[in-house]
């Protein structure tokens, strides 16, 4: 089992920048993509980027492109999205998954998720 912990939520104004970890615990050696996904109510959840073990980005979704940065460190077991220019249409609940062989929208190992609001 894989165990996903995210912060580094909460409110900011348009324009404003947070930067979201999720720390990844357990059987962490079998992972080789984590990704960030967003959800708001009623709907499914949103891929927007998945990060590879090596650092290869891919997945990522044209409406975060230039604005989030996904980026991993291995040796604390975590992975983070940079996120600038933030705009309210991204407020939402964010959570981070982990799967062993493929970036997906059904992805192995999920996060409880953490809510960001964007204010105008």
């Known amino acids: 089992q894989v165990q996903l912990v995210e912060s580094g939520g909460g409110l900011v104004q348009a324009g404003g920048s947070l930067r979201l970890s999720c720390a990844a615990s357990g059987r962490i050696f079998s992972i080789n993509y984590m990704g960030w996904y967003r959800q708001v109510p009623g709907k499914q959840p949103d891929l927007l980027v998945c990060i590879s073990k090596s650092g290869d980005i891919t997945k990522e979704r044209d409406s975060v492109k230039g604005r989030f940065t996904i980026s991993r460190d291995n040796a604390k077991s975590t992975v983070y999205l940079q996120m600038n220019d933030l705009a309210p249409e991204d407020t939402a609940v964010y959570s981070c998954?982990?799967?062993?062989?493929?970036?997906?929208?059904?992805?192995?190992?999920w996060g409880q998720g953490i809510q960001v609001i964007v204010s105008s």
């Open positions: 998954a982990a799967d062993i062989y493929y970036c997906s929208a059904a992805m192995d190992y």
